[in-house]
């Protein structure tokens, strides 16, 4: 719905706090990573792009409401009588955006489960990579001396620090790490869930207020 026309507020009836949206506008956007090993499919960043940008057009369209909710609450109420229709107008915009928000939830919750997945993949393929890079890792050292079976204290032990800490095993690990932290941190999905039922549950409020009598 396009934003609406409505007087300019006089300084005497200037709102001294501005209106809420009944929602909560606050969506978490996804980072866009196109690093190969977190397992991101195409068609995954690409629903995440839009994603991203839907949510800036939802943002965008609450601060327009506000703003015309403020001009129209701060005018003066003579003016608001000739202005009868603004009012439903406003209410209905903010229907329209709760709906949306509901949907923005859901599709949040969608992409969050295929990237966990993704990140699920990327990490097991860490860990084999990881054993990989210490097999390479201990054959090298094998190669120019050591023993691939000397124990402590024998000539051509090899110390598990050194292999442990070669840069390529260090570098995946830190990969590994990563994406362990990532997949154990539930704050966002808690706090969208939990915005999501809000949001849904003023809809069904405001539909049973509709419908009653």
């Not at 068609?43 to 369209?61: E, G, I, P, S």
């Not at 201990?138 to 598990?160: E, H, K, L, N, Y």
Request: hydrophobic fraction near 40%.
């Amino acid at each position: 719905m396009a934003n609406l026309t409505l007087p300019n507020a006089p300084s005497q009836f200037a709102m001294k706090e501005r209106p809420k949206y009944a929602g909560n506008q606050t969506i978490f956007a996804f980072p866009i990573n196109e690093d190969k090993r977190w397992g991101f499919s195409k068609k995954l960043l690409a629903a995440v792009v839009a994603f991203n940008a839907a949510v800036v057009k939802f943002q965008a369209d609450v601060e327009a409401l506000l703003n015309d909710r403020e001009k129209y609450e701060a005018s003066d109420p003579i003016e608001q009588l000739n202005f009868a229709a603004v009012a439903p107008q406003l209410r209905m915009r903010e229907i329209e955006l709760l709906q949306r928000e509901v949907k923005l939830r859901d599709a949040w919750t969608e992409i969050d489960q295929e990237r966990r997945a993704a990140a699920t993949a990327a990490s097991q393929q860490a860990g084999q990579d990881i054993q990989r890079l210490r097999d390479d890792v201990r054959r090298r050292f094998v190669s120019i001396g050591f023993s691939d079976t000397a124990t402590a204290g024998q000539r051509g032990w090899i110390p598990p620090g050194h292999i442990l800490s070669h840069p390529l095993i260090r570098e995946q690990e830190e990969f590994a790490a990563a994406i362990h932290q990532r997949n154990n941190e539930r704050s966002q999905c808690q706090a969208n869930d939990a915005a999501r039922k809000r949001s849904h549950e003023i809809l069904t409020a405001l539909a049973k207020a509709a419908t009653r009598i």
